[in-house]
């Protein structure tokens, strides 16, 4: 089954700065990959998804972009953190096939100060 | 677009007692999936439970099972023999059954259940 690692586990974060959020995949091969955000105590929100490497969807415009540079990696980053960035993200694969779930990682929590 | 609505922030429940998740939804396909998910305090997404929609029989997973009633686009989950351990955030979640490319989740906005000892 995937395993998902996601770091940092948690982020402290000058507004203006630049950000790398990293997500790394084990157990599977040409996974699907999700970048999700949840802001406090509300659902969570696609920002973006990728079926393979260097292939990149964006759900909703933002400060953000993602990228794939490796079959079983996926980044998130930003040039200049807004106060709006903060929020929890969450990683997420699946095998591109529709019956099988999406598996998450443990997350990141990003406070932006 | 699809939607899904959690009607109920929060809930609470006896230690041992049944409790009910309300999720509704909104589509025009006639087929795909629905999910489950419960977030404790550490953030983990955990899948409690999935359901196909041309699947008529209600999906059970332990104590945890649903109701799902297509033509109302309701997908309710009961925890029954509620442990301290089911305390967390749950997220009802629809996926369209596309067969091939990306599988996006659209998720309700949680429901924080607490079990009371």
């Known amino acids: 089954s995937q395993t998902i690692h996601q770091w940092p586990a948690t982020l402290v974060q000058p507004v203006g700065s630049p950000l790398s959020l990293e997500c790394t995949v084990e157990g599977t091969s040409n996974p699907n990959l999700y970048w999700y955000r949840q802001a406090a105590g509300r659902g969570l929100q696609l920002l973006f998804y990728s079926v393979g490497i260097g292939q990149i969807s964006s759900e909703v415009p933002q400060n953000l972009s993602a990228s794939r540079p490796q079959d079983r990696q996926f980044i998130l980053s930003s040039k200049k953190l807004l106060l709006s960035d903060s929020g929890f993200y969450l990683c997420a694969c699946d095998r591109g096939r529709s019956n099988q779930p999406q598996h998450f990682g443990d997350g990141t929590r990003l406070s932006i100060l | 677009a699809q939607t899904v609505t959690q009607s109920q922030p929060e809930m609470s429940v006896q230690e041992a007692e049944t409790v009910t998740l309300s999720c509704t939804y909104d589509t025009s396909e006639s087929d795909y999936y629905l999910f489950w998910y419960k977030q404790p305090p550490s953030r983990q997404m955990i899948l409690v439970i999935r359901?196909?929609?041309?699947?008529?029989q209600n999906a059970t997973e332990n104590r945890f099972s649903v109701n799902f009633q297509k033509a109302a686009k309701s997908f309710s989950l009961k925890i029954s023999d509620s442990q301290l351990g089911d305390a967390a955030m749950y997220f009802c979640a629809y996926r369209s059954a596309e067969r091939q490319g990306a599988q996006k989740l659209v998720f309700g906005q949680g429901t924080r259940l607490t079990i009371n000892p």
């Open positions: 359901q196909e929609a041309y699947k008529q």
